[in-house]
Structures are given as structure tokens and as C-alpha cells.
């Protein structure tokens, strides 16, 4: 493979990961905002695939390759950036790890994720997809809520895995 190749990724993926950071920076949000990323990783593609069309002959299996290649850490990028955004494992490592080395209290840990806004934006784009209504206090599924649910459940048996988080 030639180096013009990786040359384009790299700096497609730059360009990609210069937007996400800049903008996440100058516009905070709890929101983890997975349809401007996939708009700004489009972008990045898109100077990937400006750069190896300049120079060499631009063929099809060089752009392919390209875009594969883009779409491999592109793809990779969002798993990670969704771990970090909303996985409460981590939030809980990174909050030990602030307490300078002494043990945090369990109830403590607790009480910060309750008090997070992460489960309130949870119901609340759960009820904004029509997911779920809340009434006096408590939460139902809906008739699509309830689809998705024994989709989900459902794929979790086949795979025999449990939901947690």
C-alpha cells in the first residue's frame, strides 16, 4: 500500500478529531451529540478522499482503500467516544482516581450518579422518541418503548447476555 494512502487517512482522521474537539469545546453539551459527529467523521472522509485524489491517478481501489481505511478508525473512534461519554464504569474509575488514592464511599458513588444529569437525559430523550411516558411520578413503555424492549431482550437471550448499565 502506498504511503499516499495513509497520508490521506491521517490526515482526514486529523481534520475529523480537530472539529470534534474544537467544537466540543466552544459548545458544551450533556448531549453526546452522535449525529454531528457522524457529519463531522463525513467531512473528515471527504478530505480524506480530496487528498488521494491529488497527485497520484485517483483510482477506485485507491479510494477504496481510503475510505476502508477511514471508516475502520472512524468507526473504532465512535465506540470509544461513547464509552467515554456515557459508560458509568468509567465515571466511576475517574472519580476514584480524583479522590488523590483514598477509598471513596460507596454511597457516595451511588449519590453521584443519581444526582447526574445522565439519567434524567436519559428519560427525558426516552420520552422525546416516544419511548416512554411519565405521569405522576412514574414511567411507562409505550407501544414502541415496549417493541424495543422485547427486540432488546430478546436479542439478549439469543446471545445470552444481560443488559446492565
Do not use: K
Request: aromatic share 8%; net charge positive; charged share 20%.
Amino acid at each position: 500500500m502506498d504511503n499516499g494512502i495513509w497520508i490521506s487517512v491521517l490526515a482526514g482522521i486529523t481534520v475529523f478529531l480537530a472539529l470534534h474537539v474544537i467544537l466540543w469545546r466552544s459548545m458544551p453539551s450533556d448531549n453526546p451529540r452522535m449525529v454531528l459527529l457522524s457529519g463531522l467523521a463525513l467531512v473528515g472522509m471527504g478530505v480524506s478522499l480530496g487528498i488521494a485524489s491529488i497527485g497520484a491517478r485517483p483510482d477506485a481501489a485507491r479510494l477504496c482503500s481510503v475510505l476502508w481505511i477511514d471508516a475502520f478508525w472512524i468507526i473504532l473512534y465512535f465506540f470509544v467516544y461513547a464509552g467515554l461519554a456515557r459508560s458509568v464504569s468509567l465515571t466511576c474509575l475517574v472519580h476514584m482516581l480524583r479522590s488523590g488514592g483514598d477509598p471513596v464511599d460507596f454511597e457516595a458513588l451511588v449519590d453521584e450518579y443519581a444526582r447526574s444529569s445522565r439519567f434524567e437525559e436519559r428519560i427525558r430523550l426516552m420520552r422525546a422518541r416516544g419511548l416512554i411516558r411519565q405521569t405522576n411520578g412514574s414511567v411507562s413503555l409505550t407501544r414502541g418503548g415496549r417493541r424495543l424492549a422485547l427486540a432488546v431482550d430478546g436479542l439478549g437471550h439469543v446471545l445470552n447476555a444481560r443488559l446492565e448499565g
